[in-house]
């Protein structure tokens, strides 16, 4: 784009964020739509707080959902499609697919028909220019549009994340590494006088926007999300919802210190026309900063990290001493640190996804040379030398598959981890913002926990009181609790769930004299303090 062309488009995209109408006494918002709403993710696996959020704001069950591939960049797509699943496991009943590479079919009556109908429309990853060449000036596109205005809501992951935004980054034909890319640069404008990225944290796409696309266009606010993470816009007012954070280039409220964007967590909301924070998750929590602060006041030199989140929404994730990482990547996911004993809730899970597969039983010995059993080993009651490795050894065995490769299948793909990794050896590496995806694949996949009979979450037969299969088991403030720690005496590492609240304190270091386990009880007893605060599972 010529620098003339940069300016002409700039304007028109300042006139449409500026160009207010009034509507019942009351100007209409800037940046999101008068009605409806507008779900915005950032790739990778989504969770079912996300699918269940966008078929409810579809009108629910019933209601006819437009799934559209096109952006995959293949020719056909079947009625029953596999990118459907997502939305049918969340309970969607009537979900069309509708996809053409041809613009007049995009131009004809027949083919836009079942928008008129629909409650949602949702924009499969892909290619940005596929959608753009296929859709953008069609009727198609209006009909789009027209769902919206209706008070229905469209949403889209990945590239179609990208092309909700007016400015569509990524959308060169040549490749999704060019940011700005003529005849592909105009999304579809459900959202105005923004540009949207995606995938950040995962592909460490974090300064691309800063370098990019801002400097050219500082009229435009920048907005990104990580995998699984979503920007929940209705009106101008924006909820981050899912597994991990988002970002804003261009507001109005001071950029994190050394970064060229403000970061935005699970629970958080920001006014997109006014560009400012409304509102902190850790604000309705009794936590503060200053408290967090106060509790890791005195660890010395250690690196360490914590995050605190309760009913899908995250208070605390931060780290201490942890210096900045390439590329602005949040000191909450890089650096990985060693989890010691919290691989005791992988290996369980591991062991319980065999079992339900047939491929082991829990009362078999771990290998020829002892007669611990799977289950005695993973709740206590037998302790064996080396038993990481000799359980990810058998767990390979009755696999058919390395141990790491069955547990990236199994475990981390589900729950969109990608940095965390799992040794031959049975040991792990791992950060706070994985582990919380750990956390709400725990929560919300019955295979991770319980097999048959078996879970992880309830003492197991014949094991000490309090002993569940990977998992110490009790209550604490009247809540069950589960926990899990770097080190037998609690040191290292905790893990800390109370799954009846969705509420969980996760710390990781590097220190091995770290009590992790007193500073998750001191963060806990704040945060279950008081009925007031007592969310509903």
């Known amino acids: 784009m010529t620098r003339s062309g940069s300016r002409r488009y700039g304007m028109a995209i300042l006139t449409g964020v500026l160009g207010l109408t009034m509507a019942a006494g009351a100007p209409a918002p800037r940046v999101g739509p008068a009605r409806g709403a507008v779900l915005v993710v950032g790739g990778g696996q989504m969770g079912p707080e996300l699918w269940g959020r966008f078929v409810q704001l579809a009108g629910g069950p019933d209601a006819l959902i437009i799934d559209v591939p096109t952006a995959g960049g293949d020719s056909t797509y079947p009625p029953d499609w596999r990118g459907t699943r997502g939305l049918k496991e ?37 290619r940005q220019w596929h959608l753009v060449d296929s859709y953008a000036g069609t009727k198609t596109e209006q009909a789009f549009h027209d769902v919206l205005a209706r008070g229905g ?56 926007l800063a370098d990019s696309v801002m400097p050219r266009f500082p009229q435009l606010l920048g907005m990104s999300e990580d995998e699984g993470t979503a920007w929940l816009v209705q009106g101008d007012t924006a909820t981050i919802l899912g597994r991990n954070k988002a970002f804003v280039y261009g507001g109005h409220d001071a950029d994190d210190p050394g970064k060229p964007f403000l970061t935005l967590h699970p629970g958080d909301r920001y006014d997109l026309g006014a560009r400012r924070v409304i509102h902190r998750a850790i604000d309705d929590s009794p936590l503060t900063e200053a408290f967090i ?31 900045p990482q390439p590329r602005f990547m949040p000191t909450t996911t890089l650096p990985q640190f060693p989890l010691g004993g919290l691989a005791d809730g992988y290996l369980a899970a591991a062991a319980l996804l065999l079992e339900h597969d047939g491929k082991l039983s829990l009362d078999a010995p771990i290998d020829t040379m002892t007669t611990v059993t799977v289950r005695q080993y993973l709740d ?77 979450l309830v003492p197991a037969r014949g094991a000490p009181a309090g002993r569940g299969l990977g998992w110490l088991v009790d209550t604490y403030h009247g809540l069950r609790r589960a926990r899990e720690y770097g080190a037998p005496d609690g040191r290292l590492n905790a893990f800390v769930r109370f799954p009846d609240r969705r509420a969980a304190i996760i710390v990781v270091s590097d220190d091995p004299g770290l009590d992790a386990g007193a500073i998750a009880d001191r963060i806990a007893d704040r945060l279950l303090a008081g009925s007031h605060f007592r969310r509903t599972p």
């Open 293 to 323: 602060d106060s509790v890791f006041s005195g660890i010395g030199p250690a690196r360490v990290a914590v995050l605190v989140a309760e009913g899908g929404e995250v208070f605390v994730d931060k780290s201490y001493h942890v210096p």
């Open 153 to 208: 809501v469209i949403g889209g992951s990945s590239a179609g994340a990208s092309i909700l935004a007016s400015f569509l980054v990524r959308g060169a034909r040549a490749g999704n590494t060019i940011m700005v890319a003529q005849h592909h640069d105009r999304g579809f404008g459900f959202l105005r006088g923004v540009a949207i990225d995606q995938h950040v944290v995962a592909r460490e796409r974090l300064p691309d």
């Open 90 to 126: 969340a309970g969607a009943r009537h979900v069309v697919v509708l996809h053409t590479i041809d613009r007049a079919v995009a131009n004809a009556d027949s083919f836009v028909a079942p928008l008129r109908h629909a409650g949602g429309v949702w924009f499969e990853g892909g």
């Open 380 to 456: 206590g009651q037998g302790a064996v030398a080396d038993g990481a490795a000799r359980m990810a050894r058998l767990i390979a065995a009755r696999a058919g598959e390395p141990f790491p490769r069955f547990v990236a299948q199994r475990l981390f793909t589900p729950i969109g981890a990608h940095r965390t990794v799992a040794e031959a050896d049975g040991a792990f590496q791992g950060d706070v913002d994985e582990l919380y995806r750990w956390e709400l694949g725990l929560l919300d996949v019955p295979g991770f926990t319980t097999a048959g009979r078996d879970s992880a």
